[in-house]
């Protein structure tokens, strides 16, 4: 069956620290992927898309990557600051999907401490 | 603010009544979906416009819900019946994007959030 897996439900880190989250997917061709950050009861907004032939986004302290044969994304955070506390989705779309039909992660639950 | 916009922020409801949640699309985006998400789980697509026009629904989508974009501009979801296992935050999104181009970020509304008692 096609699964798109955020690894951690949480991660904690400390203020300063890279922050390092994991999107996993399988039995997908990816079209591309996007990040999104949720603050508790809002929606999502839009932080990066990485498309299935490209290696490598950055935008500002954000960097995401992208390995079609790891099947894997990768997002960092560099010089973390408590205001990066939030929840991150990976959002995958896919060959073969809709136009419209992005598939989300369950989330990461980042909070970055002083 | 140019953001998406939803109307109500949250609703109460007791089981078997029929509800309707409101999309204020940003107002030059062509493409308008709907999510439903439930705590701890990411958004799962429910439907979404080209236009005016209804392209994909999801097996989400049972026959009790109905949403419609009748001039291509905002767009209301009906739930009928409403049942305990409706209750969740419910998201609008647009974006912009030519009819068959790749698929672009999509802009979220702050979600309607659905009590059903």
């Known amino acids: 069956s096609q699964k798109i897996e955020q690894n951690s439900e949480a991660l904690n880190i400390q203020e300063g620290k890279t922050a390092t989250l994991t999107c996993n997917y399988t039995n997908y061709s990816p079209a591309y992927l996007q990040w999104y950050r949720q603050d508790p009861g809002r929606g999502p907004v839009f932080l990066l898309l990485i498309r299935e032939n490209e290696k490598e986004k950055r935008k500002e302290r954000l960097k995401v990557t992208f390995d079609t044969t790891l099947k894997q994304s990768l997002f960092h955070i560099t010089a973390s600051q408590p205001a990066d506390s939030a929840t991150y989705l990976c959002?995958?779309?896919?060959?073969?999907?809709?136009?419209?039909?992005?598939?989300f992660g369950k989330g990461t639950k980042l909070s970055v401490k002083p | 603010d140019t953001g998406v916009s939803q109307d109500p922020r949250h609703k109460i409801t007791k089981r078997g009544q029929n509800v309707t949640f409101r999309c204020d699309p940003i107002s030059e985006h062509n493409r308008l979906y709907w999510y439903r998400q439930t705590l701890g789980q990411g958004p799962e697509f429910l439907t979404y416009f080209q236009n005016e026009a209804q392209l994909e629904k999801s097996r989400l989508l049972s026959d009790r819900f109905s949403a419609e974009r009748p001039k291509g501009s905002f767009s209301t979801l009906e739930i009928q019946r409403t049942e305990q296992g409706d209750s969740a935050m419910y998201l609008c999104?647009?974006?912009?994007?030519?009819?068959?181009?790749?698929?672009?970020?999509?802009?979220f509304g702050p979600g309607t959030r659905l009590t059903v008692l």
């Open positions: 999104a647009s974006s912009l994007a030519p009819a068959g181009a790749p698929r672009s970020e999509q802009f």
């Open positions: 959002a995958l779309a896919y060959y073969g999907g809709s136009q419209g039909n992005l598939i």
